[in-house]
């Protein structure tokens, strides 16, 4: 079939127009999905472009806030740190190039003299310290930055001293608890016990027990001591003296939960009981053999007590014996009055109070120093001497009367000034002509009196003090 004659056929018109369309329609559905696609780019491009610019500035939100939030500074506020701040400031002379001389620069306000006798005075009177102490309680701010840093130092003082008291408190405690362990194994302490039994009160086990724990050497109501001239000679003697604290008896007990309504009473009667042993100490160069004791006092069991100091060990023990000798006095062999008299007129209650006494006495000797009392720091006293110039300062602004001050200053000068007036007057060596040049300068002379002009600055001056301005002649 000819081309003609193809093209003539109404269906191939229709194939054509068909071909045509299905084209149309297959370019329209693509450039329609490319669209879409370029689209969608668009999009997730333009998403990441937001999260990238949201993930920037966060980190420049974070760098900023890390580079403007400061690490906490570490700062020594002890009131020894407060001190060395004060002084290191208040030394330092900022007109001094450092890298010329930099040890005056750092030191060059140094005082020569910083143990003033007149900044001392005050630091050792009662009524200053009291005046001080009153206005540094004070919760209000000062203008005064002298004053502020010297407050400061006062509280922070104020504040260890009462850790230092709470822990002082806390050791005595837990010492005085032992020691009521130790006396216990002794024998029972009438004062500590409400309803204490006198047939329980054994005076030799009580004696014995000192002796076997070695607590101590004088047992009150005698004691062993080393002979001066040979150590091998044990001489057994009157005993030294009986002292208490009631303050520390008392802690004992309250440390321990213990009423101490029958303290006192007590007292007096062991306090009776040392004063007839004191009285019957008239001791003298001679001594008797260690046998004739037992004869004069049969109460209290000798042997029983060097046993137990000799530690139960019979070689020790003889050799003892064989080397004791005991002091001739009164108290051991007198005739009236003597020791073995004292134990059978004295009730159960007085000689075991008065053993316990003597255990308590010894024990306490071993405390050391700050357990026996509290050493709190006078906080007044102690910002006094660190910071002297302010103590003057504050006296001077608000305790001292300024017009009274201000005249007997006035006084001062006008009294000097007629005592030159007097000497120039009686000189035999200055001419008449110069005298009274002199004298009219004198009469003339202006004076100024006034406080000093405050200055807060640390690193100046900051004592008020009055000065008196003289025109020279």
């Known amino acids: 079939m000819s081309i003609k004659n193809t093209l003539s056929n109404p269906l191939t018109g229709l194939a054509i127009v068909i071909s045509f369309s299905l084209i149309a329609i297959f370019v329209a559905a693509y450039l329609t999905d490319l669209k879409k696609k370029q689209a969608k780019t668009e999009v997730a491009t333009a998403i990441s472009t937001i999260k990238v610019s949201i993930e920037t500035v966060e980190k420049l939100k974070e760098s900023e806030e890390s580079g403007n939030k400061k690490k ?33 620069f750092v030191c060059g306000k140094y005082p020569k003299d910083s143990e003033s006798k007149s900044l001392k005075s005050i630091e050792n009177d009662e009524q200053t310290v009291q005046k001080i102490s009153d206005f540094l309680n004070k919760s209000d701010a000062k203008d005064s930055k002298s004053e502020n840093i010297m407050q400061r130092y006062y509280k922070k003082c104020q504040e260890d001293s009462e850790k230092n008291l709470e822990t002082f408190k806390e050791t005595q405690k837990l010492w005085y608890q032992e020691l009521y362990a130790d006396i216990q194994k002794i024998g029972t302490w009438p004062s500590a016990e409400k309803n204490w039994d006198e047939s329980t009160f054994d005076l030799n086990e009580m004696l014995s027990k000192m002796a076997e724990l070695n607590l101590i050497q004088d047992f009150g109501l005698f004691k ?25 008896l008392e802690g004992i007990l309250n440390s321990n939960e213990i009423s101490s309504e029958s303290l006192n009473q007590d007292l007096k009667d062991v306090e009776a009981i040392f004063k007839k ?22 109460s209290i069991d000798f042997n029983r007590i060097i046993k137990n100091l000799a530690h139960q060990d019979e070689k020790i023990e003889e050799k003892m014996k064989g080397n004791i000798r005991v002091g001739s006095s009164e108290l051991f062999f007198g005739k009236d009055e003597n020791l073995e008299k004292i134990l059978e007129t004295t009730p159960n209650r007085t000689l075991a109070n008065f053993l316990i006494l003597k255990i308590i006495q010894e024990a306490v000797k071993e405390i050391p120093s700050d357990f026996r009392s509290s050493k709190t720091m006078d906080c007044g006293k102690s910002a006094i001497h660190y910071f002297p110039q302010t103590a003057v300062k504050i006296l001077s602004k608000n305790y001292d009367d300024k017009n009274e001050n201000l005249k007997i200053v006035s006084e001062i000068f006008d009294d000097v000034r007629e005592s030159y007036v007097e000497i120039i007057k009686n000189s035999t060596k200055i001419p008449e ?12 002379m202006e004076k100024k009196i006034a406080f000093s002009r405050e200055d807060d600055d640390l690193d100046k001056e900051l004592t008020k003090v009055f000065f008196i301005e003289i025109r020279k002649f």
């Open 433 to 444: 002509e110069s005298k009274n040049e002199i004298l009219d300068e004198l009469k003339n």
């Open 277 to 298: 042993i004191q009285n019957l100490k008239n001791e003298n160069s001679n001594f008797e053999k260690f046998e004739s004791l037992t004869s004069h006092i049969p």
């Open 224 to 248: 062993f001591e080393i002979d001066s001239k040979s150590n091998k000679i044990l001489n057994l003697v009157a005993p030294g003296s009986l002292r208490w604290n009631k303050k520390i």
């Open 72 to 104: 906490p500074r570490k700062i020594c506020d002890s009131p020894e740190c407060i001190t060395l701040s004060y002084q290191l400031l208040n030394w330092k002379d900022p007109n001094i190039d450092p890298c010329e001389d930099f040890h005056k």
